[in-house]
């Protein structure tokens, strides 16, 4: 299983297997604040498109084609995933963005057939 959560969460689960997944650190966490297992950068959509993105939830249709576009050549980093969910059982996919439903971890999930 594959759950979605906020690194500003305050309801992480200290034992649940933790993929950071988006390019650019989180904004006012250190790295010993957050401490993903893993930290997938080149998962998450290239600078061009993030900031073309911007969070605009007008343009999350086009967003969400071209983001599943740029995965289809990450099949590698994708197939990671599924092997780390097959073996841990559950992971928490973390991102920071503040829209819950539209960013690049719902898209991830999606990809990853979840």
Do not use: C
Not at 57 to 81: G, M, N, S, V
């Amino acid at each position: 299983m594959i759950i979605l959560k906020r690194v500003y969460d305050k309801d992480l689960d200290p034992h649940a297997y933790t993929i950071l997944v988006d390019r650019l650190w989180p904004r006012g966490l250190s790295k010993k604040e957050l401490q993903p297992d893993e930290w997938l950068k080149d998962i998450a959509p290239d600078d061009s498109l993030r900031k073309w993105f911007g969070h605009d939830p007008a343009k999350w249709t086009q967003f969400k084609k071209k983001y599943l576009l740029e995965l289809r050549e990450r099949k590698d980093l994708l197939h990671k995933i599924k092997k780390l969910e097959k073996e841990k059982g559950e992971i928490t996919l973390l991102y920071a963005a503040r829209d819950t439903e539209h960013n690049n971890a719902v898209v991830l999930k999606e990809a990853l057939g979840e």
